[in-house]
């Protein structure tokens, strides 16, 4: 699975609604009212927030807008709020952007809480670098705005249950994690050999994800004792790249131009490390669940990347990764270098790592404890 989208819960219910099978509102209020809260999310229901101020009778319900990511912000024409929104002219500073209109900014201004998908998101949304033009409206509205990490199903995603997988394994006896390194070798065409480490990715092969740094030195990546296996369509000159380098390291680099839910779990199995070198990235998944399957993730440290990655400490063995700061290709290169030596230079630091990595709490219990306090908040 390339992308894994998960989502907190979209409304929560009042006592008395909790009460009864089929909730019915017992006033004139539109049935929204029936709720205490109801969470958007992404511009898809980003006019939610307005529309409530402009139509609903009060009281209406509290509203939570979250941003998963923030380049998508339905943007329209200058005529979309008077032929296809209704709404008045008094509306049009709410929704005015770039000589059209914009539905996240409308839900930023009218929204109760805004809320993203990390909390290193939420800092760097409030510069242009990451804002894509909303910036400003972030910082006038931050005292509502605030992050809250994404966690994935760790029952669906989990060695020990994952019926893709070769063998199953878990954080307490990892041996079947050898067994997938060696069938994904065989099926994809790899040497096999279990003391060479597998550097996998699973992405979408664009530019934001980190491409770039890859195309700009793969042939150094390759120059590591390491093999090599990329999942994922994109655009065409990193799919040629990709496909280029399997012909030129043959039995050691594996290119899989396509989507593959079940490949992608063997990918996450078989590999040792889990490469995302992403220039942004709000939240991130692949790299939890490349944790929960014991594979070491190298991201650069940016959103939920830096939120989820503890960097490798060699003074007392802690952290679940390696991690870079600068989005420099050099600098991603060194990281790899990091991980790759570590494995072959102390497999005792290497399998701490591991045990840290799989045993984390990556489920959505943290968040959802999260989310409900900020409902519990927003109602007063």
Request: proline letters at 4%.
């Amino acid at each position: 699975m390339l992308d894994h989208i998960e989502a907190p819960p979209i409304t929560t219910k009042s006592a008395a609604a909790e009460s009864v099978e089929n909730v019915k509102c017992e006033t004139e209020l539109p049935p929204a009212a029936c709720w205490d809260v109801l969470h958007c999310n992404d511009w898809q229901t980003a006019a939610v927030p307005l529309y409530l101020h402009e139509h609903s009778r009060r009281p209406a319900p509290k509203t939570v807008f979250t941003i998963h990511n923030i380049e998508y912000q339905g943007r329209f024409g200058g005529n979309f709020q008077d032929d296809v929104m209704g709404l008045a002219a008094g509306w049009t500073n709410t929704l005015s952007y770039d000589m059209g209109v914009n539905l996240v900014k409308a839900a930023i201004k009218t929204a109760d809480v805004i809320t993203t998908v990390s909390p290193t998101y939420a800092k760097e949304l409030q510069h242009e670098y990451y804002a894509h033009g909303l910036a400003g409206v972030l910082n006038e509205y931050q005292h509502k705005f605030s992050g809250i990490l994404n966690g994935i199903d760790v029952d669906v995603f989990h060695p020990a249950n994952d019926k893709s997988l070769f063998a199953s394994y878990n954080a307490e006896n990892v041996d079947g994690k050898a067994i997938n390194k060696l069938e994904l070798q065989k099926i994809l065409g790899l040497k096999q050999n279990e003391n060479v480490p597998i550097i996998g990715m699973v992405s979408r092969l664009v530019p934001h994800k980190g491409m770039d740094l890859v195309a700009a030195r793969l042939d150094a990546i390759m120059e590591l004792p390491i093999q090599f296996v990329v999942l994922g369509t994109g655009e065409w000159a990193f799919e040629q790249m990709f496909s280029s380098a399997q012909q030129k390291y043959p039995g050691r680099f594996s290119s899989n131009i396509r989507y593959n839910d079940v490949l992608s779990r063997q990918i996450y199995a078989g590999s040792d490390i889990f490469l995302m070198p992403s220039k942004s990235e709000p939240c991130g998944l692949a790299q939890m669940i490349a944790m929960q399957y014991g594979t070491l993730p190298v991201v650069r440290e940016t959103g939920g990347l830096k939120d989820t990655v503890i960097p490798y400490n060699a003074s007392d063995n802690s952290g679940n990764g390696f991690t870079f700061m600068s989005y420099n290709a050099d600098d991603m290169c060194d990281a790899l270098h990091r991980a790759v030596g570590l494995y072959y230079g102390d497999k005792k630091a290497w399998a701490q790592l591991q045990q840290t990595a799989m045993t984390t709490d990556w489920s959505w219990a943290n968040s959802a404890a999260a989310h409900e306090e900020l409902y519990k908040a927003v109602e007063g």
